[in-house]
């Protein structure tokens, strides 16, 4: 265990410091990799101080398109910019409210005596409560609006940048010549920009519309930035760029089934608009099965695997396992989504309709949602059982009504 624990800690020592032994192959070195002999751009530490400056006018710019561009196109489609209407004051749920928005079965029952009010009144003005904090379909809207104008801009620049690329079509030629070989400009600035996004995106996660796959897609953007980071650092950019293009192909097809979606009204029949959202939702669930299970690990993870080391040299160093467990981490979080767009398919199949949101599956307000459609008379089990029993804050309110179908 000794031996293990100052191995580990003589790795990160290196990790920390910018060893050579750590990031570079065997016989690479950090001048190899800066030199600018040959007059081209090297991946020198300085162009990261960049990213947060691009990164910061990338938000300003969202700002700005949310609220000229995004906001009036809602408008004029007649997004609904609507709220749940909140519930009547009450001082004892309230202060509960700021503690415990979801408060469990024992807790629901002694606010219950607390407030004088019934169990099933508590636990629909926690329900009417939250609801009314959610965010409105408008802002949905305009968040949607908005990363498929990023994405789709990504992508744009991706078929410009990468498809003339020699190594896009064999991967095997962007080893060629490494160390020595020097990064276009069109790659560095396509390095750059994507860099500056996904920070931003890492950035404003925490402002924006949360969803059940909140932390997967924080892993998500985290392991991309260490991607991209560390392709760029250590001069990889080729196999770097595709796997980014890799990446952005199917984003914009995930933004507009959304965009098409939040623009249906409540209750409206099946109409053009409405059938072009399930086509983009098709597309979108056929393009992300073929570019994240099949062409990722075909085109990107296979030459990170195998023909990094057969063009650089047999020996592992360290950057090359931190490099492919990423890839790994990467790989595994496009299966989660798979499964949850094969529950989605499943799901519209039976209802008829495309959820909302594609890839979180749910967002937080189905819950809610769920609650106001039936108006909240569902109640847990044990909850049933004790106002069944004659519990004295139901104020005769008889236990009916079976369990709300949540969908998480």
Known sequence: MAGIAEQVFTTA?????????????PGVTWQLIRSENDGGIRPLPKYFLLTPVIAVAILIARFLFERFVALPVGRYLNVSESRPTPP???A?????????????????????RSANKPVRFVERWFRRMRSASLPNTMRKFQEALWRFFAYSCLLLAGFCVILNKDFWTDTRKGWLDYP?????????WYYIVELSFYLSL??????????KDFWQMFLHHVVTIL?????????YFALGSCIMFVHDIVDPL???????????????ERTKRTICGEGVFIAFMLLFFYTRLYLFPTHCIQSSFFEMREMLGPEPWPMWGLFNILLSILYGLHWFWSLQIVRVARESIISGTVKRDVRSCDENSSEEDTANKTNGDSHSPGLKAKMAAGNGVTNGHAAHGGKMSQRR
């Open 13 to 25: 020592a290196q990790a920390a410091t910018l060893n050579e032994n750590f990031y570079l192959s």
């Open 88 to 90: 009547e004051p009450n």
């Open 92 to 112: 004892v749920l309230e202060k509960a409210y700021k503690m415990n928005s979801k408060p469990e079965e024992k807790l629901t029952l002694s606010l219950a």
């Open 180 to 188: 020595y070989q020097s990064m276009p400009a069109d790659i560095f």
């Open 202 to 211: 890492t950035a404003s996660q925490f402002l924006d519309i949360k969803r």
């Open 227 to 235: 991607l991209i980071s560390f392709s760029f650092a250590t001069n």
């Open 254 to 268: 995930l933004e507009l089934a959304k965009v098409l979606s939040y623009c249906r009204q409540p209750g409206e």
